[in-house]
């Protein structure tokens, strides 16, 4: 049995990666993103920036900018990600106010002026001793009244819960098409890149960088999406 030899890489799905996530993360699409358009509108001020940290295909940057166009054209949105393969979307969603760059959010120089931010299933993939500095990074530039909203794959706060949780979320990726050496190999690859908290660890970050109210919008899993307002 041949096992893989290299770290996962979204790269490696980066032409159909939105179908990829929406199979490997439950509710993803009907939950997580239509909560991230949909409280858009509260927090998108106008003369600001939206950024969206780890942008991958920029589909959920420009649904955003549809959501609030007519009401605030003269915001300003950006997309950033580490991973070059998802420019091949990027030509057809960018607009006046709306462009993408390949960038490592560790040290990209554009974290002013921002009302939004959005970071779904990023933060996890960052060095533990990187986590801290960019998440103050990201409060430090919103304006007052701005928001986070951050999306983390969670360790649970027990074995006997990470065991109830972990089984069940493989047989729904079984009923997705994964089949259990998919489901093995990605978890081999993933050993050492994901460096996960629980979710009162990923809250407890958000306060020590300065987020006043934290709050969940969407939880499946061991998934789960916060809102952080500065």
Sequence with gaps: MTKPNKDFSFGDHASKFDSHIRSSIPGYKEGLLQACVSLSRRFVQPETRVLDVGCSTGHLLASIRRENQAARPEVQYHGIDIEPGFSVHWNGLRATNLDFE??????????????????????????????????????????????????EKTLAETAR?????????YDYKLGKGFSPQDILDKERCLRGQMTLWTEAELKGALKEVGFREIEAIWRNYMFVGLLALK
């Design 102 to 151: 390949v960038a490592d959010a560790r040290n990209y120089q554009g974290l002013t002026g921002l009302s939004l931010t959005l970071s779904l299933f990023t933060v996890q993939f960052i060095r533990a001793v990187d986590k801290l500095p960019l998440l103050k990074r990201i409060h430090d530039g919103l304006v007052d009244g701005g928001a986070l909203i951050v999306a």
């Design 161 to 169: 819960l990470q065991d109830a949780l972990t089984f069940p979320y």
